[in-house]
């Protein structure tokens, strides 16, 4: 019998189908690093989101055959020990293409057209006050015949580019940093950075993209262009984030990651208190539609490993 545990049910609003092969299931809300290995001690298989699976947490689990990731980042866990040690590690991957890309699209439409200032000005009274039947004090652009560049182009950098294509915008998926040739239907990094009115990110977080937006990069931008980043935190130099927005050098930023979560001893975004600037707490993954496709993959995974049947497992992952 497999003994299931879910060490951050918490995560999630929803309720969790059951596998249907012989197993205990254990839930916690919540768990605290140090407290992994306790709660694992008679372990087969984890389901785990943010919490970090190192090789110190590891080696003090010798029952463990699975980590169950149930989130599409794999960068808390390493995959090298669990493949040395014929730990098999799965991910859900695409569950939250449409409510991904409908919050990218929330913050560019928010941001392109300046909707948090003129709530503000409506809820300060200055319509109220207004001389003409409209208040015209913040500029307001159309999304339909601009530029987006997608920065990351698996299947939510796809799905974003289909939703925004349907809004007439121009499309421009970025080639890899540094690339020494560019693939067909890619344009290079730095032409991307130049040309698009919007950026979005959806890249993973390892060394290669750690600070992929930097000041260098924040220069390059047009001074009216928009950052989006729904997928990790460290992809941007936050500091520098917040330079470039106080000095004008592009025209905002939209927010759903930070590069510590939560973010208990602050961030410079949260400290910022700018007009062209909207953090969410990384909700954009979170509709209930999206929670429960991850839900149904999940266990799908979990029944397949049983089985002894391939999963959709990450890359450098095993598969039973």
């Not at 569950?95 to 392109?112: D, K, N, P």
């Not at 601009?146 to 349907?166: D, M, P, V």
Request: net charge neutral; aromatic share 6%; with cysteine.
């Amino acid at each position: 019998m497999e003994i299931i545990v879910f060490l951050e049910r918490k995560t999630f609003t929803i309720d969790f189908p059951r596998p249907h092969f012989e197993h205990k299931w254990i839930e916690y809300p919540e768990t605290r690093q140090e407290e992994i290995v306790p709660k694992l001690s008679s372990a087969t298989i984890v389901i785990a989101n943010k919490l970090s699976f190192r090789e110190a947490e590891l080696t003090q689990l010798p029952k463990l055959k699975l980590i169950a990731v149930a989130a599409t980042g794999v960068d808390n866990i390493d995959l090298d020990f669990c493949r040395r040690q014929g730990i098999a590690v799965c991910n859900t991957a695409g569950y939250a293409i449409h409510s991904v890309g409908e919050h990218v699209l929330l913050l560019m439409l928010a941001l392109r057209r300046n909707l948090l200032s003129y709530r503000k000005e409506v809820e300060a009274g200055a319509w109220q006050k207004a001389a003409q039947f409209c208040l015209l004090k913040h500029s307001i652009s159309d999304l339909h015949g601009s530029t987006l560049g997608i920065i990351g182009y698996g299947s939510l950098g796809q799905a974003i580019g289909k939703l925004a294509s349907s809004l007439g915008m121009r499309i421009l998926i970025a080639e890899r940093r540094h690339a020494t040739s560019v693939r067909e239907g890619r344009t290079l990094f730095d032409e991307v950075l130049e040309q698009s009115d919007v950026i979005t990110l959806h890249c993973p977080l390892n060394d290669e993209t750690k600070d992929l937006i930097g000041a260098r990069e924040l220069g390059q931008m047009k001074r009216s262009a928009i950052l989006i980043n729904t997928a990790r935190g460290g992809l941007v130099n936050e500091t520098a984030l917040v330079e470039a927005l106080r000095e004008a050098q592009i025209g905002g930023a939209g927010f759903d990651v930070l590069s510590n979560e939560p973010p208990r001893q602050g961030n410079p975004l949260l400290d910022a208190n700018l007009p062209n600037l909207i953090v969410t707490p990384h909700i954009a993954w979170a509709s209930r539609e999206a929670m429960m496709s991850l839900a149904n993959q999940l266990v799908q995974h979990l029944e397949a490993f049983v089985r002894g049947e391939p999963m959709n497992v990450v890359p450098g992952g095993r598969i039973s």
